[in-house]
């Protein structure tokens, strides 16, 4: 998932990224650690916050 990568693009802390999403900032931090996966409605609630496709969330990028 591209989500800690997005998330620094869009210069949000995890934090500030989980009040727009509307769900808990821990919750954040272990999606981006792969320790949970994340379900369909959640995909949607942080690609809105990031203001992205869902897509862009799944697709795998370089690791850079």
């Not at 989980?18 to 981006?32: F, K, P, Q, S, T």
């Not at 650690?33 to 809105?48: G, M, P, V």
């Amino acid at each position: 998932m591209n989500l800690r990568k997005l998330r620094a693009q869009k210069k949000l802390s995890q934090e500030s990224l989980a009040a727009l999403a509307d769900i808990n900032r821990n919750y954040v931090g272990m999606l981006e650690r792969e320790q949970f996966s994340a379900t369909i409605d959640i995909i949607e609630k942080l690609a809105d916050a990031l203001d992205v496709e869902p897509t862009t969330l799944l697709t795998r990028g370089s690791s850079s």
